[in-house]
Antibody
Framework: EVQLVESGGGLVKPGGSLRLSCAAS????????MNWVRQAPGKGLEWVSS????????YYADSVKGRFTISRDNAKNSLYLQMNSLRAEDTAVYYC?????????????WGQGTLVTVSS | SYVLTQPPSVSVAPGQTARITCGGN??????VHWYQQKPGQAPVLVVY???DRPSGIPERFSGSNSGNTATLTISRVEAGDEADYYC??????????FGGGTKLTVL
C-alpha cells in the first residue's frame, strides 16, 4: 500500500524557517517524481514545488522561489521542503504527492498533510 | 499566467448527473486532471489525462476536454460524492495550475 506521511509542521514566526519531511513507503520511491502542494485555510490547492526522481529537475512556484528548497533522499525514501524567510501567507496545510513525471502528470497519491502556521 | 476557472458551486439531487466545468484558454490542448477533496481529508485523484480513471474510482466519474472547457461528469450522484473538486493542468508559462475549486452539494 502506498503511504506518504508528512511531518515537521508547526508554529513559526515571520522570517523564521521550517523543514518539512515526507516519508514514503509501499512503492519504489526512486522511480517517481515528487511534489509539494499547499492549501491555505479555507482556500484552494496551490502547487509549490516538484522534483524529478533523480533530483535532476527541480521547479518552484514563483511565490516561493528563492525561499523554499525541495530535496529528496532516495536511500531514505524521503522528500523534504526547506522553508526559509517564512511569511504569513505561507500559512497552509502542506501535502506531499507522487507523480509519474515531474511535469504535466497527475498526482496519484497524497499524504494527509502537515500544518504550517506563520504568526507572531 | 494561465488561469483555470471553475464555478464556485454546483448542486444536484441524488441520482442525477453533476457536471463541473473547468475553463481555460485552449485547455483542450492540455491534459486535465481532477481531484476530489472531502472536508479534513487529502485530495484524491478521480480523473487523469482528461478522461482516464484510476483504479478504484467508480465508472460514474468521467471526464472530457475540448476547446476552452474541460468537464468532470458524475453520473447517478450519491450523497458520498459531496466534496470540493479541483481541476489541474500543466502550462509552459505557469507550471502547475489548479482551478479555484467547485463545491458539489447533493440536495
Amino acid at each position: 500500500e502506498v503511504q506518504l506521511v508528512e511531518s515537521g509542521g508547526g508554529l513559526v514566526k515571520p522570517g523564521g524557517s521550517l523543514r518539512l519531511s515526507c516519508a514514503a513507503s509501499g512503492f519504489t520511491f526512486s522511480s517517481y517524481s515528487m511534489n509539494w502542494v499547499r492549501q491555505a485555510p479555507g482556500k484552494g490547492l496551490e502547487w509549490v514545488s516538484s522534483i524529478s526522481s533523480s533530483s535532476s529537475y527541480i521547479y518552484y512556484a514563483d511565490s516561493v522561489k528563492g525561499r523554499f528548497t525541495i530535496s529528496r533522499d532516495n536511500a531514505k525514501n524521503s522528500l523534504y521542503l526547506q522553508m526559509n524567510s517564512l511569511r504569513a501567507e505561507d500559512t497552509a496545510v502542506y501535502y506531499c504527492a507522487r507523480s509519474q513525471m515531474v511535469r504535466g502528470a497527475s498526482h496519484d497519491y497524497w499524504g494527509q498533510g502537515t500544518l504550517v502556521t506563520v504568526s507572531s | 499566467s494561465y488561469v483555470l476557472t471553475q464555478p464556485p458551486s454546483v448542486s444536484v439531487a441524488p441520482g442525477q448527473t453533476a457536471r463541473i466545468t473547468c475553463g481555460g484558454n485552449n485547455i483542450g490542448s492540455k491534459s486535465v486532471h481532477w481531484y476530489q477533496q472531502k472536508p479534513g481529508q487529502a485530495p484524491v485523484l478521480v480523473v487523469y489525462d482528461d478522461s482516464d480513471r484510476p483504479s478504484g474510482i467508480p465508472e460514474r466519474f468521467s471526464g472530457s476536454n475540448s476547446g476552452n472547457t474541460a468537464t468532470l461528469t458524475i453520473s447517478r450522484v450519491e450523497a458520498g460524492d459531496e466534496a470540493d473538486y479541483y481541476c489541474q493542468v500543466w502550462d509552459s508559462s505557469s507550471d502547475e495550475v489548479f482551478g479555484g475549486g467547485t463545491k458539489l452539494t447533493v440536495l
